[in-house]
């Protein structure tokens, strides 16, 4: 049997703030990949990146299943300078074709996630909404309605790697108690459709302070964003990239006023919350 599948996987944007390594929100750019029996094992795609089994979906994939003989042709709209998931999406999208091609019904969230090396992307890629993770499990439910993101990638690349050597072993017991109290307003806000809330919860001592000298401009957006009309910003994931979060009313002007901002240095996009997480259809 001549087997063929389409695989739709969004982008992520995790840590939302206080959450770092449990919070994550799935954005609406797409990787989408093609898989099929063709006799010949190939990587097929315009994006930079290996097209050998050193590919990182070929190896995610490889995880569960040989690759032989099939054909992977890859396409992605995901900013690849960092903080948007990428690889999360890859690692997922490997995943879901071995699982669904030889009907494995594998468990997808533990292996991408010891693959990825931590959680929240590879879950918000998984199941889409936004996602809270925790023992091993992602809780998953809808953006709210009024609730509309912009994203503000820099066209220097930062490697995950490299953010997450630029944060300490311990942190201070105040620190802790910020992000604990600020990550419970974010949520309680996204839960109850209360954007006010949402906008104080934005704030993090963890990460963002720490990872600061890699992307001084990218902090100076987070902190100025309520000033340019949104509700509020947050590095997305490791960075460089910022995830303003605005109403669907502000999205235009914020938009205006970020363009501005990053003239130079960085593109600035509209990319909605997406609800919908990984997709195989059957050609
Ligand atoms: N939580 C991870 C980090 C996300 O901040 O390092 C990486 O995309």
Known sequence: M????????PASSANLGPGFDAFAAAVAFHLDVEVEETGTFAV????????????????????LAPADGLTFRVSSTIPMSGGLGS???????????????????????????????????????????????ADGDAVR??????????????????????????LPATVPMADAVFNVAHGALLMLGLATGDLDLVGRGLADRLHQPHRE???????EIVREARSL???????SGAGPTVLVWTTVEQAFGVHAALQQRARGWATVHRASFE??????REL
């Open 2 to 9: 001549h087997r063929r599948r389409l695989i739709r996987v």
């Open 44 to 63: 097929e795609t315009d994006l930079p990146v290996p097209r050998d089994r050193s590919n990182l979906l070929v190896r995610a994939f490889e995880r």
């Open 87 to 133: 690889s999360a999406a890859a690692v997922v999208a490997g995943l879901v074709a071995a699982d669904h091609l030889f009907e494995l019904d594998a468990d997808l969230l533990a292996l991408a996630t010891e693959i990825e090396g931590h959680p929240d992307n590879v879950a918000a890629a998984l199941r889409g909404g936004f996602v809270v993770c």
């Open 141 to 166: 439910f809808d953006p709210p309605d009024a609730l509309e993101a912009l994203v503000v990638v820099p066209g220097e690349a930062v490697h995950t790697a490299h953010a997450r050597q630029a």
């Open 213 to 219: 000298p890699l992307y001084p401009r990218s902090a």
């Open 229 to 235: 009309g949104a509700i509020g910003a947050t590095i």
């Open 275 to 280: 609800p919908v997480g990984a997709d195989v």
